[in-house]
């Protein structure tokens, strides 16, 4: 029998970087997702005064909650363990410490309740929120753009993932961040240049659009945070208009950027999929939140006779139903997964990329 004859229920659990989150999700037969509870604790206060998300504290402070938040996520559901289908946790690719509070954790209610424990690649999950949220499924084009991982990936399908671009260097929301750091604006930093980026002058600071016109979808986003930097130490010592200014222009920038790099990416995806129905474009990942890129995003797929799909903002950071969703997404089609899996800190989507010069080990 197929796992999708009938209803499943599955928890997810999420932990792979700086929020906590448990969640419980139905699947119906007819593939139809719904989130019956999300709890998401933000470690947002624990990592303020670093700047930045400082692991081993991290996963201390995964571990102070998680229970609490798997309690409070059934309750809300109104379930007990032996309701459910499965479990579904983020085996990676993430901080370390926290990936093995979140596996550990599931594996032992795996075990006390004789439950199917499947481990989701987190990526995955933010591949296939669409699915859970508007009922998308592949194929489409994705560009996931979050604090670590910044790619374009053609999704032919639940587990089928085409790598068709990575950045070289920079995360996107790590040169959010780090532009925000640099601008004294605190963390995380994208909805800090976001807000500050509303009124500035686009035009004021003619920053280098990196990779524009190369002939494979890649991303860098060094060079351009580099010129911020010194941009913002020769305007030195800025007032607000002039802050307004840095964030906006850059904000353009990378717009343009990405779109760009986008722009690539469909053409070669257009060779893959020449059925105009599946010219679909999802963006996804915490990046994705971000309104002047979503707007910039929705030009070009009209321009190119693609619809745009995006979660809602709440689901585009990381969460625990977008794991649940994965987990239900793989358990109906049966697909194989290891009983005794490890956490893993890096787990790429696309096993064939090649690994990119200079890319380290964000590939
Ligand atoms: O997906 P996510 O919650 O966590 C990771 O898996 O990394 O993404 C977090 C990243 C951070 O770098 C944050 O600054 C960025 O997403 N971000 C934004 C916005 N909201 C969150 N970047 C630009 N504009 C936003 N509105
Ligand atoms: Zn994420």
Request: one cysteine or more; a neutral charge; proline letters at 6%.
């Amino acid at each position: 029998m197929l796992n999708s004859d009938k209803p499943v229920y599955i928890l997810g659990i999420e932990t792979s970087c700086d929020e906590t989150g448990a969640a419980v999700i139905k699947r119906a037969q007819n593939g139809q997702g719904t989130i019956l509870s999300n709890i998401v604790r933000s470690q947002l206060r624990e990592h303020e005064a670093f700047g930045g998300v400082v692991p081993e504290i991290a996963a201390r402070a995964h571990i102070e909650c998680l229970d609490r938040l798997i309690d409070a996520a059934m309750r809300d559901a109104g379930m007990e363990f032996t309701d459910l289908s499965a479990i579904a946790v983020t085996a990676g690719p993430g901080l370390i410490g926290g990936l093995l509070v979140g596996t550990v954790t599931a594996k032992a209610i795996g075990m006390v309740h004789d439950l199917p424990v499947i481990p989701v690649n987190h990526l995955e999950g933010h591949a296939l929120t669409v699915g859970l949220t508007e009922g998308i499924d592949p194929p489409y084009l994705l560009l996931l753009v979050s604090g670590g991982h910044t790619q374009i990936l053609a999704v032919h399908g639940v587990g089928k993932y085409q790598r068709l671009g990575t950045t070289l260097d920079d995360a996107l929301g790590e040169a959010f961040d780090k532009t925000a750091k640099l601008l004294g604006l605190g963390f995380p930093g994208g909805p800090q240049v976001e807000r500050w980026a509303e009124g500035g002058n686009w035009n004021r600071f003619p920053f280098p659009r990196p990779m524009l016109g190369r002939p494979e979808a890649h991303f860098s986003f060094s060079g351009l945070k580099n010129a911020l930097r010194l941009q913002a130490s020769k305007i030195a010592p800025l007032h607000d208009g002039d802050i307004r200014d840095l964030c906006a222009s850059f904000q353009l920038a990378v717009t343009e950027a990405v779109s760009d790099r986008i722009k690539t990416a469909m053409n070669a995806y257009i060779g893959m999929h020449p059925d105009r129905a599946a010219w679909r474009l999802v963006a996804a990942g915490g990046v994705a939140a971000n309104k002047a890129l979503r707007s910039a995003l929705m030009n070009l797929a009209q321009e190119r006779g693609f619809t745009l799909h995006v979660p809602p903002v709440a689901l585009c950071g990381d969460n625990a139903a977008m794991v649940a969703w994965a987990g239900a997404e793989r358990f109906v089609r049966n697909l194989p997964y290891e009983r005794d899996f490890s956490a893993r800190a890096r787990w790429p989507l696309d096993d064939n990329a090649p690994r990119t010069i200079g890319a380290g080990v964000k590939a």
